[in-house]
């Protein structure tokens, strides 16, 4: 069964028995562990407690690939946000192309994993382009019934500059618990199938990476770390819980994204005993 047709049944079945239902039996059936939302003591566990729980619009907000720049904003960080072209359109057909440069990164604000990379405007097959944007706005984001705060966001999509080089880029993902930076995730080598690492505030190692996309090789520290991490504790000090998704790219900080619910609240790549310690730390 395809991944779609496994969203479409996972969607349905939640409209039957319920979002927490389903949810438990991914977590048996796909990742092979029990998530109890009732008696949260692992990690992963709160993160979905808090799913489920606790509603707070300001997570929804933020979890907005474009409300979360005002956030960002008030916050005194608008220098680390990446340039948008235009405010958030509705539709597809509003995109004035014309306007664009030749690179740009075409996101839906009201999901993950919905991005279209231009490289060159003037080979984009428009009509290509259009289905697949449309898609994202027929569809919504394929996890909304599972992590519900993302079926209260607008559909709509932002433009944001292209960042040159991306596919080499790194990407530092900040766990900060109840308003502290707790670890580091960085994100590497996705053109070739990803590789993860795990770092202490002190840029330490911590071997509790599991799974294929482990890496064998460290990442060097990056330049800027102290900054990154006085952004994930100002970013990060309304919530219980969040991950703060940033780049640096020769010496400059980006914002990538605010992320409450990683891997579905899964953490399938944390070694069962992290996610068991990192969970007796995130006070809920």
């Not at 608008?78 to 664009?100: H, M």
């Not at 980006?254 to 990683?262: A, H, Q």
Request: charged fraction near 35%; glycine fraction near 6%.
């Amino acid at each position: 069964m395809g991944e779609s047709k496994i969203r479409r049944f996972e969607n349905a079945v939640c409209r039957v028995f319920g979002a927490e239902t389903v949810l438990r039996l991914e977590a048996r059936i796909r990742f092979h562990k029990k998530i109890n939302i009732g008696s949260p003591t692992t990690l992963s566990d709160k993160i979905c407690y808090l799913e489920f729980r606790e509603k707070d619009d300001l997570r929804v907000q933020c979890s907005d690939k474009y409300a979360v720049r005002r956030y960002v904003s008030d916050k005194g960080l608008s220098e680390i946000l990446v340039p948008t072209y235009g405010e958030a359109y509705e539709s597809f057909d509003d995109i004035d192309f014309d306007e664009l440069p030749s690179k740009f990164v075409i996101k839906a604000r009201h999901g993950c994993q919905m991005n279209l990379i231009c490289t060159d405007k003037n080979t984009l097959d428009l009509d290509e382009a259009r289905k697949s944007v449309n898609k994202w706005f027929t569809e919504g984001f394929n996890r909304s019934n599972l992590e519900p705060h993302y079926s209260k966001i607008p559909k709509g999509i932002i433009i944001e500059k292209y960042l040159e080089n991306a596919d080499t880029i790194k990407d530092y993902k900040i766990h900060c618990f109840n308003g502290n930076p707790e670890f580091i995730l960085v994100c590497s080598e996705r053109t070739t199938g990803l590789r993860l690492n795990l770092y202490d505030l002190d840029w330490d190692p911590i071997k509790k990476i599991i799974g294929k996309h482990k890496n064998i090789k460290e990442i060097s520290k990056p330049m800027c770390l102290d900054k990154m991490i006085e952004i994930g504790k100002k970013l990060s000090e309304d919530f219980k819980f969040v991950r703060v998704d940033l780049y640096e790219i020769n010496g400059e900080v980006y914002f990538g994204e605010l992320t409450f619910t990683p891997d579905g609240g899964m953490l399938s790549y944390f070694a069962p005993d992290f996610d068991k310690e990192m969970g007796k730390r995130l006070i809920v």
